[in-house]
């Protein structure tokens, strides 16, 4: 069976609430490392305002497919990419979602990317990196140095390592310069 997600009116308004919420806990929290990283949610705020004006239920379709959300078990079977061609076939030039595309194998993402999958959900991916690169700060002794204990020098490794994250990401999606 096909499991599908519509977005709402009502899902779009309550996604934008969480959304506020969270610029308001990066703005306490930010304020510590970096006053210019203070624009950040300002600018995820006006590029959802901006698609709250334009997206209408159904812009989008986040499809079941054999993702999962979260790390992979190693038991995984991989993508059904019968079933996204149906879906792609079905709901023409609609957008699709991958939620879970953290641990899918990069030629299974190029065929998905290929049957008109348009977004790709990695957080899980990003926060893996930041852990580890974070947990070798602190397991090297480096929040004992000087003062490696300052947030701004005690997470740097994980902001770094989501940055390159991010980047290799883009770059598999095809999506760079096309902001």
């Avoid at 079933?83 to 076939?89: M, Q, S, V």
């Avoid at 979602?97 to 991916?125: Q, R, Y």
Wanted: hydrophobic share 45%.
């Amino acid at each position: 069976m096909v499991l599908t997600t519509l977005l709402t009116p009502s899902s779009h308004k309550l996604f934008l609430f969480f959304l506020s919420f969270l610029s308001f806990f990066c703005i306490v929290v930010v304020m510590s490392v970096s006053p210019l990283l203070l624009l950040f949610p300002y600018l995820i705020a006006c590029c959802f305002h901006y698609l709250e004006q334009k997206a209408k239920p159904g812009d989008f379709l986040a499809a079941g497919i054999g993702n999962i959300h979260g790390v992979y078990p190693a038991n995984w079977e991989g993508l059904s990419f019968e079933t996204l061609e149906a879906i792609n076939k079905t709901v023409g030039e609609m957008p699709l979602v991958l939620h879970g595309g953290t641990g899918i194998p990069d030629d299974m993402i190029t065929k998905a990317i290929s049957l008109g999958v348009a977004k790709i959900n990695v957080n899980t991916e990003c926060q893996l990196v930041f852990a580890e690169a974070t947990r070798g700060y602190v397991e090297a002794g480096k929040d004992k140095q000087g003062k490696g204990f300052d947030p701004r020098k005690l997470l740097a490794p994980g902001v770094e390592a989501i940055k390159a994250k991010v980047k290799e990401k883009m770059e598999l999606f095809g999506s760079v310069n096309k902001a």
